[in-house]
């Protein structure tokens, strides 16, 4: 179906609906400029709509990124029921808020359907995804700006003498992820490098403590560590992240959010067979006989990294000599 027939759908539902929401800017005919809204959105893909996933969305004049803050409820086309959930599946319509990468201009799409309507895009394919309708902007506070500091990131780094960056491990459970990052801070630290760890396992148990094992779960597990570990290097701090991190679009919204040079993901490429006959925790024998749902590399994917900045082959080999490899890109590329 085309553009315009997925639309035509939306359209029809839409007048059915026939429900006015607070704060709508039915009626004014005066086009808002927002970076927040309110819409319907009909899901296209296969792979569902995962709400702080980030995807690229087309109005008639501009594009820029969008991920959904909230996924109000999913509606029942034949009855209009509100239904509770999480994720929108293909050929699901769900009312969302948005937040967008920057402030667009649009109209409701009851006071112009052109403005007023958006195609969604997945960041890594192009493909396109989903495609919606405006309800109305949302509200949100006017009064905040970014604050200038005087100690800023450039002035830590010359005071630490170093150049911050985060290393991002990315890799199955078992792979080795937290014991490499271990011993690489124990050097850095020799070094006389200031650093800071931040494990998959030892963030659960706080920051992200409410969060499961779901795809959403991971996706926001992701979102609130490549904000974290922003923050930390703008400290002035070398930052090393060890998560799983399973999904390339989140590995990439964590990328997008650093300048150039910054983020170095680090790939510990290890065979599942090889991470499975470790298993000090028991996961795998659990995740095997069905008692541990969700689990990495059984029965949820791992997309394995196509743009990694260090590979490393940990099967058999030496911790130390793992550690000297990104040491030796961290010196070539002049962060320490």
């Known amino acids: 179906m085309s553009k315009n027939g997925h639309l ?53 004049a501009e594009n820029t990124s969008v991920h959904v803050t909230d996924l109000s409820f999913k509606i ?16 699901e319509i769900g009312y969302c808020k948005l937040s967008l990468g920057q402030k667009v201009s649009f109209d409701a ?37 970014w604050h200038e500091t005087n100690i800023n990131q450039e002035v830590r780094s010359i005071n630490k003498q170093q150049k911050p960056c985060v290393l991002w491990f990315t890799g199955l459970s078992g792979s080795g992820k937290s014991t490499i990052a271990d011993e690489l801070e124990k050097k850095l630290y020799e ?20 969060l499961g094992f779901t795809n959403q779960d991971r996706v926001e597990n992701i979102r609130r560590i490549a904000e974290v570990s922003k923050l930390i290097v703008s400290s002035g701090l070398i930052t090393i992240v060890a998560f799983i991190s399973p999904f390339r679009a989140e590995r990439l919204m964590a990328r997008n959010l650093f300048n150039d040079g910054e ?12 991470c499975e006959a470790r298993d000090s925790k028991g996961l795998y024998k659990k995740a095997r ?44 590329h002049e962060k320490i």
């Open 289 to 332: 006989a069905g008692i541990l749902k969700n689990f990495t590399g059984i029965d949820s994917d791992y997309e394995e990294p196509q743009m990694s900045e260090i590979v490393l082959q940990n099967s058999d080999a030496n911790i130390g000599g793992l550690v000297n490899q990104i040491l030796d890109y961290l010196k070539i």
């Open 191 to 210: 070094l006389g490098k200031h650093t800071m760890l931040l494990d998959g396992d030892n963030v659960r148990h706080g920051l992200n403590r409410d």
């Open 263 to 274: 983020f170095i993901e680090v790939y510990i490429d290890t065979p599942i067979e090889v």
């Open 8 to 60: 035509n759908r939306l359209h029809e539902l839409f007048d059915r609906i026939h429900v006015g929401h607070e704060g709508s800017n039915q009626g004014e005919n005066k086009p808002e400029v927002s970076d927040q809204l309110a819409a319907y959105i009909l899901w296209l893909d296969s792979e569902p709509m995962i709400p702080g996933r980030i995807y690229s969305i087309h109005f008639e």
């Open 109 to 145: 799409y009851s006071d112009n359907q052109k403005t007023g309507s958006f195609t969604i895009f997945d960041k890594l394919s192009n493909a396109m995804v989903g495609t919606g309708l405006i309800d109305f902007a949302l509200r949100r506070a006017q009064n905040i700006s």
């Open 76 to 91: 029942d086309v034949n009855t209009l029921s509100q239904l509770a959930a999480k994720k929108l599946e293909l050929d």
